[in-house]
């Protein structure tokens, strides 16, 4: 009789040759235990196996689908191996397995009871009235309080973001960043031909005295910063800082930059920038963290001042979410369904934090407790790329301090994302360290 083993590595190659194309379903645990002649237990071991290789999702009580590995989860030319791990500590995805279910039920609901044909029109700029007065609402359960018509529905973060570039800044403008700092942000800034000045970064946030210093040195026109559970060093800035840095910005006339795509990992935090100085603050957030990257829906706060300008560039981009995506996740921010969700990201979250530091515990990790990631600072004196390329060979992708950093000043680190399954974690974090040991110094 065949090994479970044996079986799934054939059903792998089937796979893998198209025998079923991404979404098929595949024959239940019974039905493959009949063709192979093997008992259901390894049939299921069978298929516990080309989940783990990524070939298989599973569903509860609608079977097993083949994966569309057009969506990768490891870079594709690391195949299995006997020292391959397969994990992928680079996504900071949210850890929710509810979410296809929640998505199930809120289209079922959709389906029934929507007012469909609205959804098919095109959709107001920054999303219907109805859908931001729910939005702001939801805000203000949060402590941003916004009048609704300042308050836009996006297609994510970047999306405001990109938006926040078009509306209120120019080429040419500098805008001030951390050392290291989220790397869709330092994109964005080269294609709009922005200049980012680097602000010098310790493990609790940015040097303010440094931000003072290049507002005399420069005209600095804005900053880009994440107080509440910064990409990627995970400090979470104090009262003073916030307090500080809003003095900077009215002394000095920036525009407040205020990405909150992970505040809500470490809630409760100090209020917002945007609650102390909502006069010259656009705050993003988005549901990628929180619920599923692939929804594309997020929040965007402008000022007063911003309001109009911002509704122009909507419509002159045409960049209102579908109106189905919003119906959706706007039923989601009204019926709780966020909340728990968030709540059940920061447990999930936490947890993880929790193996990373057991498995890393000598390592001077800077992380917060309720993170997708940690980081790693690394000896100046090994490289980088190398540790990286070696952990490829483990088949373990892993972010380096390049992709972060905006100034080549800045200390070596790795970014741990902690986003893969909990049983893959250790096996994982085993790679890194073994990674590090492999990597000779210089
Ligand atoms: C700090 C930060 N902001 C924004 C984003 C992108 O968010 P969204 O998917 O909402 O565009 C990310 C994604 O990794 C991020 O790390």
Redesign the pocket.
Known sequence: MQSYAGIAAQVAAQIRAGRWAPGDRLPTHRALAAEWGVAIATATRVFTELKRLGLVVGEPGRGSFVRDRSIRLVPPEYGPGPDTVYADLSV?QPLSPRRAELLRTALRDLAGAGDLDALLRQQPPGGRPADRGVAAEFLGSRGIDAESDRVFLTA????GLDLVARAALSPGDVVAVDALT?P?FKMLAHAHRLHLAPIPVGPDGPDLDAMEELCLRRRVRAVYT?PTLH?PLGWVLGEQARDRLVRIARANDLMLIE?A??AFLAEPAPAPLVSRAPERTYWLS?L?KSVA?GLRF?LLVTPPSGKATMTHTLRVHMASPPGLVAAVAVGWLADGTVDALEDAARRSAEEHQRVLRAELHDMDLLAHPRSYFAWLPIDPQQRMDRVAAELSRRGVRICTAEMFATTPHVRHGLRIAVGSPLAELPAALAAVRDALDAVPLG
């Open positions: 900071t994510g973060v970047q999306h989220y869709g994440m990409n990405d795509a992970y988005s990628s990257a997020g």
